[in-house]
C-alpha cells in the first residue's frame, strides 16, 4: 500500500494541490489571505444596503437608483482608470483605493448606527465609492499578473480570485442577514470598514519591485488606442459585448432580490441573504470548476453554455413562488454567470497585448461594473409598473438570445484565438 502512495507522489501534485497552485507566489498568497477577508465584508455592505434602503423607502425604483448611484462613476472614470492603471505602479493604486474604502464603510457605519443615515446619505456614499471601485478593480485585475512568476499559473490565479470572491459571497450575505435582523444594518457597515484593514496589511507586506515608468502619450490618445484594439479584436470585442448585455439584462435580477424575499417569497432579511447566498455558493462552485480545469481550450463553448443557462435560471425564478425552489435557481443562476466572467476574463488575459491589459481590463469592468447599474435602473423602472417577476422573465428570455448570438460567433471567435494559443505555448 505505501509503495502504491510513493508511485502516486511522484506523479506531481494533488488534484486540490494543482486546484490551488497559484497560492505557491509569496504575492499571491499574501493578496488572497487578505482579500478573503475584506471581500466578506464588502459583501455584508452590499446586502445590509439594499435592505437598509428598501426598509426606509419600499420602492423597487429607489432599489434602482442606488445601485446606478453606486456604479455610475464607473461608467465615466473606468475608460480613463484603465489609461492611469497602464502608466502608475499598480500596488500604490491598490493600497489607496483599499483606504479610502475603508473610509466610506466607517462613515456608513457612523451614520447608521447614530440613527441619522438618510436615502441621500446612502446615494452620496454609494457614488463616491463607484468612484474608488472605478480605479480599484481595473488595478486589482491586472496587477495579479504581476504576483504570479509563472504565467502557466495565470489562469489558475484569475480562478481563484473568483472563487475568492465568491466564497466571500456566499459567507457574506448571510452573516449580514443575521446581523441586519438582530442589530441592524449598521454593523454590517462596521464590520466592512475593520476589514479593509487585512488587505492593506497584506499589500504592504509585499515583496514586489516598484513600477517601471511607462512611456505614455496624452491621455485621450492612448484611450483611442485602447478602444481601437477592442474594436478591432474580434475576440475580445465579442467576449465584452456578451458580458455586457447579459449585465444589462440578466444581472438586475440581484437588486430586485429584497422584493422577491418580502413580497413574492413572503420573508425577511434572512429569506434576502439566503437568496443571495445561494447565487454565491453557486459563483463559488463555478469558481473551483475552473480552478481545476488543466487548459483553457473550450472555455469559448463554456460562456456560450452558462449564458443560456442563466437566463433560464432567472426565467423559471420569476415564475417561482417557493423558496425551495428559488434557492436552486439562485445556485444555477450564481454557477452560470460567474462562468461566463471567469471563462470571458481568463481568454482575455490570456490574448491581451501586454501594453494594453490595463485598458482592456478597464473595459472589461467596464461591461459589468458600469452596464449593470444601467440595467437595474432600468429593471426597477420596469418592476415598478410591472412587478418584479414579469421584469425577471422579461430579462432571462433577452439572456437567452445573447447566448444564441455567442455561440454562432464561436467559429470566427476560435480561427483568431487558436493561432495566438499556440504562439504561447497553450497548444501544440
Excluded at 71 to 86: E, I, M, N, S, Y
Excluded at 160 to 188: D, H, Q, T, W
Excluded at 405 to 424: D, G, M, N, Q, T
Aim: net charge positive; proline share 4%.
Amino acid at each position: 500500500m505505501s509503495g502504491n502512495r510513493d508511485a502516486e507522489n511522484q506523479k506531481g501534485p494533488s488534484r486540490f494541490g494543482f486546484a490551488v497552485r497559484a497560492l505557491r507566489h509569496r504575492n499571491y498568497r499574501l493578496f488572497f489571505g487578505g482579500q478573503e477577508l475584506s471581500v466578506i465584508g464588502t459583501w455584508m455592505t452590499q446586502v445590509a444596503t439594499s435592505w437598509l434602503v428598501y426598509r426606509l423607502t419600499m420602492s423597487p425604483l429607489l432599489l434602482g437608483l442606488v445601485s446606478f448611484s453606486g456604479q455610475v462613476p464607473a461608467v465615466l472614470l473606468t475608460p480613463f482608470a484603465g489609461v492611469w492603471v497602464d502608466r502608475w505602479d499598480r500596488r500604490t493604486v491598490l493600497k489607496t483605493t483599499q483606504i479610502l474604502a475603508m473610509i466610506q464603510s466607517f462613515a456608513l457605519a457612523f451614520l447608521a448606527l447614530s440613527g441619522r443615515i438618510t436615502i441621500w446619505h446612502v446615494l452620496g456614499l454609494s457614488m463616491f465609492q463607484g468612484a474608488i471601485n472605478a480605479f480599484d478593480i481595473p488595478a486589482r485585475q491586472t496587477f495579479v499578473v504581476e504576483m504570479i512568476e509563472d504565467r502557466a499559473d495565470l489562469s489558475n490565479a484569475i480562478a481563484l480570485n473568483s472563487s475568492m470572491m465568491n466564497g466571500a459571497r456566499l459567507v457574506g450575505p448571510s452573516i449580514a442577514g443575521l446581523l441586519i435582523a438582530k442589530f441592524g444594518e449598521g454593523y454590517c457597515f462596521l464590520i466592512d470598514g475593520i476589514s479593509y484593514i487585512a488587505v492593506i496589511i497584506s499589500l504592504t507586506l509585499m515583496d514586489t519591485a516598484p513600477g517601471e515608468p511607462r512611456m505614455h502619450e496624452k491621455l485621450f490618445s492612448e484611450l483611442k488606442a485602447g478602444l481601437r484594439y477592442v474594436r478591432n479584436f474580434d475576440p475580445i470585442r465579442s467576449i465584452l459585448l456578451l458580458i455586457a448585455f447579459l449585465s444589462f439584462v440578466g444581472l438586475p435580477y440581484m437588486v430586485l432580490l429584497p422584493v422577491f424575499a418580502s413580497t413574492v417569497l413572503h420573508g425577511g432579511p434572512n429569506t434576502f441573504g439566503f437568496l443571495t447566498g445561494a447565487a454565491g455558493l453557486g459563483a463559488f462552485i463555478s469558481a473551483v470548476v475552473l480552478a481545476m480545469r488543466k487548459s483553457i481550450v473550450g472555455l469559448g463553448r463554456r460562456m456560450a453554455l452558462t449564458s443560456f443557462t442563466l437566463g433560464a435560471s432567472i426565467i423559471i425564478f420569476g415564475f417561482s413562488r417557493s423558496i425551495y425552489i428559488s434557492l436552486p435557481l439562485m445556485l444555477i443562476a450564481g454557477f452560470s454567470m460567474m462562468q461566463v466572467l471567469a471563462a470571458g476574463n481568463t481568454i482575455m488575459q490570456t490574448i491581451v497585448d501586454e501594453d494594453k491589459r490595463g485598458r482592456v481590463m478597464s473595459f472589461y469592468s467596464l461591461t459589468f461594473v458600469g452596464i449593470t447599474p444601467f440595467g437595474s435602473l432600468v429593471a426597477g423602472s420596469i418592476a415598478n409598473h410591472i412587478g418584479a417577476p414579469a421584469t425577471v422573465i422579461i430579462g432571462g428570455v433577452l439572456c437567452l438570445l445573447g447566448a444564441a448570438w455567442f455561440y454562432s460567433r464561436l467559429e470566427a471567435i476560435r480561427k483568431i484565438v487558436r493561432p495566438l494559443y499556440v504562439e504561447r505555448g497553450i497548444l501544440p
